[in-house]
């Protein structure tokens, strides 16, 4: 298995503009979520999915923030308009359902909001 | 909600010694404890794990040890080697599909 895959890598825009982030988790995976890893915060929780449902987004900063999952095999996380406050790396995970709780990591989207 | 603090943030060794990183947690059902390593400009990857009914584990050079009762729980690196420079995170866990919560992380630096 290829891993969580998240794209774009890198992501430079323009204030006020679109950004939509991209995540395929790892097939047979159950869980989906969102993390924001800036300097200053750490590791932060935005949004969590299961079985293509979200559960608790009560981590995501604004409105400007949504995050959809139309199918197992695909995650997207939206934000409009972007802000330069927004800039940092923002990780997809996936995890199995049942006794293995382990979180893979994808190797992240940095966005910087100019 | 579940709070997870970890100490120290910073870590500097020599090459050869041991490095300890120490993580309480604030609730009590939590049950699983992973440990992260993120290198530059890579995701997290689980090094080493442990459930609430296991006091110890030891993979190679690393060992975690489990404290239910203080409700912390200690990453230990043995012999450090430069390559065990990264970023480290704690995380718990209630229970399976809720998400982890991890530490604010520890970045370790090995001095050859």
């Known amino acids: 298995d290829a891993g969580v895959i998240q794209s774009p890598r890198h992501e430079v825009t323009e204030m006020g503009q679109e950004v939509t982030l991209r995540c395929k988790p790892i097939?047979?995976?159950?869980?989906l979520f969102w993390y924001r890893q800036t300097m200053m915060r750490g590791l932060e929780l935005l949004i969590y999915?299961?079985?293509?449902?979200?559960?608790?987004d009560s981590g995501m900063p604004e409105d400007r923030f949504s995050a959809k999952m139309p199918n197992a095999s695909f995650s997207t996380l939206k934000i409009q308009p972007s802000e330069p406050r927004d800039s940092a790396v923002y990780f997809c995970?996936?995890?199995?359902?049942?006794?293995?709780?382990?979180?893979?990591f994808g190797q992240g989207t940095r966005l910087t909001v100019v | 909600g579940e709070n997870v603090e970890q100490h120290p943030s910073t870590l500097s060794v020599q090459e050869g010694d041991s490095a300890v990183i120490k993580c309480t947690y604030s609730d009590s059902a939590s049950n699983y404890f992973p440990w992260y390593k993120q290198e530059l400009g890579k995701g997290p990857q689980l090094i080493i794990d442990i459930r609430s009914n296991v006091g110890e584990k030891k993979d190679q050079r690393i060992a975690v040890t489990l404290n239910k009762t203080a409700k912390h729980f200690s990453l230990h690196i043995t012999e450090t080697q430069p390559e065990d420079s990264a970023v480290y995170f704690c995380a718990a866990l209630y229970s399976g599909n809720t998400p982890l919560v991890f530490g604010k992380g520890t970045r370790l630096s090995v001095i050859a």
């Open positions: 999915f299961n079985n293509n449902v979200p559960i608790d």
């Open positions: 097939s047979g995976h159950n869980s």
């Open positions: 995970a996936s995890s199995p359902t049942g006794e293995r709780t382990e979180a893979f």
